[in-house]
């Protein structure tokens, strides 16, 4: 067993030295390589065992991809979680981008931009993990030209995950490298917001962040949008579908250095092909099955006129809606629902409940005060403008303003307390930045909701005449405080939204005599918020409610097979017993097996 290490080098050609390793006689080997003592060193290696002709390296991949450690008689700070990344300086000048391409890399380059380096990753300088990988990230507004990894992503061997996460993310907001994002708290708020409200969001820490030697940095660590992320939040998570949304990019040179971009929207192209959609909705999960037909189908009937029903199968109003109220609330100008289609993640989750936003990257927020708080971007701006969509979006607006930002103890408290946590850190809580904009932004938010919406009562405005019908429908208004409507004791019936607030609710059986149904609007956690009742006489008796199961559910059954009809769950409004007959039209060639309420 030997050590075999080499001193870095900016051509990646060290010559490579080998010591052997000692057993201690329980088969654990050991070497000291003491002759790198200088500041700055960086130092590569691998083990390589040998045994029967046969030999093996660790890390798997040896020369190729060998581990490494650095020099640093520096003191990291230790208030935060430290993250030490060891990249060959090789590597390094390939992330250059008038390097990258060039006779030092014997022309393998250029590289595509996700294309990841080899990297030993240390967490407070003791916890190490070899051959993780490390490289830029950032749209071409954003992404540095030179060696340095203010923006960057990084990831684990799939066996050895820290903090269960493979994947993280590094980014500089809220510092002098952080692209135009001057504070440390944007996302973090607006994530905060979300969570608050019942919205899955990604899990973000501040670091200290360092590079073989290079400066100190102050870092955030993002989760990102991908497996790990999903499978915490979701239900076999990694079998929904995830797009990443972007710009939709056009080069318009042979060589690639001149391109256009356009905005990503909810249009249909005239075209079910895929490669029409691929640019701008990046599959992120299922990659191999290239399957974007339920985001087709989602675009091609917003492209015409649909319904509640019909659009409901696709998309899920009310995620969709939590996430428009809280990043319109917070002028995030950059992202798909307000004003650019981009930075964030359209997810459709296994049990097909529906296509939902997921947040990303929502660090160019708090500063326009009067940003729309929905855009107009083709098929997003239609889908928010109906009526069942849009009371989502004020549904969670209104719990915004009402809970978490003018006058909240609740939001006031989080932020003395984060105040607290980061204390010595370098970094910054600008608390005075947020309460003014919660102040600025109160009323433009309301009058966005409308005074008719903010103004509207809970009320059941049907007639209480008596009656003769046999089926109620009850109708109403709601204020935008009420996310739902149901009647106790009547599971089976649901409110459907005809505008922002008015309602309906249809199929309530009634009995002869005095009917009493106890409606109650209720907000996202189920707790009952506002009640009404309403009383009815029917002054004629009411007939059996029949209710009809089938075994197959589809009544579909070939010559010689046999369908069970079962009838029995039926009841009489009054309490009356129920007996059943039963019949076959025409009787010629069928067998009929009646047993009361079952019939097969």
Not at 25 to 49: C, D, K, P
Not at 485 to 494: E, F, K, L, N, Y
């Amino acid at each position: 067993v030997e050590a075999v290490y080499r001193l870095d080098n900016n051509n990646g050609n060290g010559t490579w030295q080998r010591q052997t390793m000692n057993d201690d006689g329980t088969g654990l080997y050991s070497a000291n390589l003491n002759q790198y003592t200088t500041n700055g060193n960086l130092i590569q290696f691998y083990v390589e065992a040998i045994a029967g002709g046969e030999s093996t390296f660790q890390p798997i991949k040896g020369p190729d991809r060998p581990a490494m450690w650095v020099v640093d008689n520096r003191t990291m700070p230790s208030i935060l979680l430290r993250e030490r990344f060891v990249v060959s300086a090789y590597d390094r000048q390939a992330l250059n981008a008038n390097v990258g391409g060039g006779a030092t890399f014997d022309y393998n380059f250029p590289r595509m931009s996700n294309h990841f380096f080899n990297a030993t990753f240390i967490a407070n300088e003791s916890e190490i993990y070899y051959n993780a990988e490390i490289r830029k990230s950032g749209s071409p507004f954003t992404r540095a030209t030179d060696s340095n990894l203010a923006h960057g992503k990084w990831k684990l061997p799939g066996d050895r995950l820290f903090r269960n996460r493979r994947r993280s993310v590094i980014d500089a907001s809220g510092t002098s490298e952080g692209s135009g994002t001057p504070r440390f708290y944007d996302d973090r708020i607006a994530r905060y917001f979300l969570y608050q409200l019942g919205h899955p969001t990604n899990e973000m820490e501040f670091v200290h962040s360092v590079i073989n030697t290079d400066a100190f940095k102050l870092r955030e660590n993002h989760e990102p949008i991908s497996n790990d992320f999903l499978n915490r939040n979701f239900k076999d998570g990694t079998d929904g579908t995830l797009f990443r949304i972007d710009d939709e990019w056009r080069f318009t040179s042979d060589d690639g250095n001149a391109r256009q971009n356009r905005n990503a929207d909810w249009s249909y192209k005239d075209t079910d092909n895929p490669t029409s959609y691929q640019s701008e909705w990046i599959m992120r999960t299922r990659e191999s099955d290239h399957d974007f037909s339920t985001f087709v189908e989602f675009v091609r009937t917003l492209d015409g006129t649909f319904d509640e029903e019909e659009v409901n199968r696709m998309a899920n109003a009310r995620m969709l809606g939590l996430n428009a109220a809280v990043r319109g609330y917070d002028a995030d100008w950059d992202t798909i629902t307000v004003n650019r289609g981009k930075n964030a993640y359209m997810y459709r989750p296994a049990d097909n409940s529906g296509f939902m936003l997921l947040h990303w990257d929502g660090d160019r927020v708090f500063e326009r005060s009067t940003q729309a708080i929905l855009g107009g971007r083709a098929g997003v701006s239609k889908y928010f403008a109906q009526p069942y969509v849009r009371r989502y979006v004020n549904y969670y607006l209104t719990k915004l303003l009402d809970e978490h930002t003018q006058g909240s103890a609740r939001t006031i408290a989080w932020m003395d307390a984060e105040i607290a946590s980061i204390s010595g850190t370098g970094i910054v809580m600008p608390k005075s930045h947020y309460t003014n904009w919660f102040n600025i932004r109160e009323t433009f938010s309301r009058n966005f909701v409308t005074s008719a919406v903010n103004n509207a009562t809970f009320n059941i405005t049907t007639s209480n005449a008596n009656t003769t019908a046999d089926i109620l429908a009850l109708a109403g208004t709601s204020p935008p405080t009420v996310l739902d409507i149901r009647v106790a004791g009547h599971p089976d019936v649901t409110a459907q939204w005809t505008d922002k607030t008015n309602w309906m609710i249809d199929g309530l059986a009634l009995v002869e005599g005095s009917n009493v149904f106890d409606l109650e609007g209720i907000d996202h956690d189920g707790n009952v918020i506002e009640t009404d009742q309403f009383i009815i006489i029917k002054t004629n008796n009411a007939p059996p409610i029949i209710l009809l199961k089938t075994d197959p559910k589809s009544l579909n059954v070939d010559i010689g097979e046999s369908i069970t009809f079962d009838v029995s769950t039926s009841f009489d409004p009054e309490g009356d017993l129920l007996t059943f007959d039963w019949a076959v039209s025409p009787a010629y060639g069928a067998n009929l097996i009646p047993s009361g309420g079952i019939a097969e």
